[in-house]
């Protein structure tokens, strides 16, 4: 059955790092595209980065464009996502979530999320 | 960007009841409109697709309809699993864009 499931979470002070990890299992990883999405507390969903099933192609939120990386390894069927320099605002939970459709811009699986917390 | 915009942000509403939840986009996505189901600390869950295809499984009391920028969610007869957030998104084009939710609560 298809899992998706996120670690890497936790709390970070402000202008620190963090990677997240989504490891992928129950489909053929390396063809499909990913997506991160986040959702701060109590508020609603916003859509963070996007990368090819090849990793050529990648695409950001101005939100974080030049803050964070998104990749993957389609020999571990594992997608990352390297935050540098990170805000108050990045405080959310991160899910990672399967790209399907025109543009592979729809997410038709979810992980449970991980908790990043940034905080001094 | 296209803005996404939902109506109403809640919705109180009883069991049996038939409700229709609004999207607006902020520019033409053709009929690139999918909606999700998000209960309280889960993940959110993709109910229908291309504004109108339902994934396999949903129950058939809820429909998608519309195209342009106007799009609506209905569902024919409330039960009780359905009292959640509802979200729609366009993946007409980057960045990925959400509507602001609805929240559909016990009246």
């Known amino acids: 059955q298809l899992q998706l499931v996120e670690s890497g979470g936790g709390v970070v002070q402000p202008g620190r790092s963090l990677r997240l990890s989504c490891a992928a299992s129950?489909?053929?990883?390396?063809?499909?595209?990913m997506n991160w999405v986040r959702q701060a507390p109590g508020k609603g969903l916003e859509w963070v980065a996007l990368i090819s099933s090849d990793g050529k192609n990648q695409y950001f939120a101005d939100s974080v464009r030049g803050r964070f990386i998104i990749s993957r390894d389609n020999s571990k069927s594992t997608l990352y996502l390297q935050m540098n320099s990170l805000r108050d605002e990045d405080t959310a939970v991160y899910y990672c979530t399967r790209g399907v459709g025109f543009g592979d811009r729809t997410c038709d699986y979810w992980g449970q999320g991980t908790l990043v917390t940034v905080s001094s | 960007d296209i803005q996404m915009t939902q109506s109403p942000s809640s919705l109180p509403a009883s069991v049996g009841d038939r409700v229709t939840i609004t999207c607006r986009a902020s520019q033409s996505i053709r009929s690139y409109l999918n909606w999700y189901q998000q209960k309280p600390g889960k993940a959110p869950k993709l109910l229908i697709y291309?504004?109108?295809s339902l994934i396999t499984g949903v129950p058939s009391r809820f429909s998608g309809s519309g195209s342009g920028t106007d799009f609506t969610l209905t569902i024919s007869s409330l039960q009780p699993e359905d009292f959640a957030t509802y979200y729609c998104q366009q993946n007409y084009q980057t960045p990925i864009t959400f509507g602001q939710g609805t929240r559909l609560d016990i009246k």
């Open positions: 291309t504004a109108s």
């Open positions: 129950g489909f053929t990883f390396s063809t499909y595209a």
